[in-house]
């Protein structure tokens, strides 16, 4: 397959489109990515990027652009509400290359600058609001809402959670509410009373609340996130500062006195949805990646890092291939089986008496201090 003569669209210019878009540009052929907003503005607050993506970074080439505007960290610790550690587990690190890659941690609106700066100029193509896909079997054609069209050899669909392209061609299921709310602010660090000693991502539970708070060390501040539940399934809710503190009401009096402080014109309001799996991801011109393909709950942690490792299977799957549609099936063969179990986990509560669950043989209580399982 000469793929240099291949005309690709991507729709999105999220963590997906982004990296798709740089993946798919290194192997020479003609990328364009379309993105609905007329600016890039990624509300939100902190991630962690596994090794795995950051060894992708290594071999797009952008590695320092992305450690740049990150932290690395060693650890996640898991407590319950007062704070008393009921898990410690090391970050799962890899050796591919000549220095061992760690986890790092990366509020989203860097992550995202990160990812655009890396793209040729002229690439990204803002305010096209995706209408319709039209499958024309060799090729596509995209429909957007000014008026326009263009037509690719392929199609990357990587529109997220609400993917006019999974809509349009591969399922109508509308996403589902998991019935929890989660509330995400960034706060200084100065402002955590001492809860974050270092670079490492720690996570409080009690309640069915679920509190997150992962340092942004080169930023000086702290993602401070609390999932919490809640039945009302309202995409962007209206909360008071009472319904954010009855959220914690029994946590230690540290995390009570930063959701005390927080100003809520701050804070990040959103009813939590995901989707069940999606069984056709492509057709022999057009294919999903990410969110559109497989829109999980944060609670893995893995939403981002999915949409980064499904940019380089089919960059990869494209480049061993003799043909478009067989490097499609070969990328859904390649990830699905492992994004299918990624949401089922992420699926799984987080009370005391069901972190054994997706933990297994990490009893609460028993396990302080203990690195042997890695996790997902």
């Not at 949409?307 to 799957?317: H, K, R, S, V």
């Not at 994004?339 to 987080?350: A, C, H, K, N, V």
């Not at 669950?357 to 396990?367: E, L, N, R, T």
Request: charged share 25%; aromatic share 6%.
């Amino acid at each position: 397959m000469q793929l240099s003569n291949l005309k690709i669209a991507v729709v999105g210019a999220g963590y997906g489109g982004a990296a798709a878009a740089k993946a798919l540009s290194l192997l020479g052929a003609q990328v364009d990515v379309y993105e609905q907003a007329s600016r890039i503005r990624e509300v939100g607050a902190g991630i962690g990027l596994r090794p795995a993506t950051m060894d992708r970074f290594r071999q797009w080439g952008i590695f320092d652009a992305i450690a740049g505007v990150s932290s690395p960290s060693d650890y996640f610790e898991i407590l319950d509400a007062t704070a008393t550690p009921m898990l410690k587990e090391a970050w799962p690190g890899t050796d591919s290359y000549a220095e061992p890659t760690r986890t790092h941690l990366i509020h989203r609106g860097d992550f995202i600058d990160a990812l655009l700066g890396v793209l040729p100029d002229g690439m990204l193509h803002l305010g096209r609001r995706l209408e319709a896909v039209t499958d024309l079997g060799d090729r596509a054609r995209l429909a957007f809402a000014d008026g326009s069209t263009v037509e690719a050899d392929l199609v990357v669909g990587a529109d997220g959670i609400k993917s006019v392209v999974r809509r349009e061609l591969f399922s109508t299921k509308e996403p589902v509410f998991s019935g929890e709310h989660a509330y995400r602010a960034v706060i200084d660090l100065a402002d955590t009373h001492g809860m974050c000693p270092d670079d490492n991502l720690r996570m409080y539970i009690g309640r069915g609340t679920k509190v997150y708070l992962l340092p942004l060390r080169h930023r000086g501040q702290v993602s401070f996130d609390i999932t919490a539940l809640c039945p009302d399934d309202t995409w962007a809710p209206r909360i008071t500062h009472a319904d954010l503190l009855a959220t914690v009401e029994g946590f230690d009096e540290r995390i009570v006195a930063m959701t005390r402080d927080l100003d809520l014109g701050t804070v990040n309001v959103r009813a939590v949805y995901d989707i069940d799996p999606v069984e056709r991801w492509h057709t022999d011109s057009v294919v999903l990646v990410g969110d559109a393909a497989h829109s999980m709950l944060h609670h893995q942690g893995q939403g981002a890092n999915s949409a980064i490792e499904d940019a380089g299977a089919l960059a990869d799957a494209l480049r061993a291939a003799d043909s478009v549609p067989e490097a499609l099936a070969a990328y859904r063969a390649t990830r699905k089986p492992v994004t299918d179990e990624l949401q089922r986990i992420s699926r799984q509560g987080w009370t005391e008496q069901e972190i054994d669950d997706v933990f297994p043989g990490q009893k609460p209580g028993a396990v302080a201090g203990n690195v042997g399982r890695q996790t997902p």
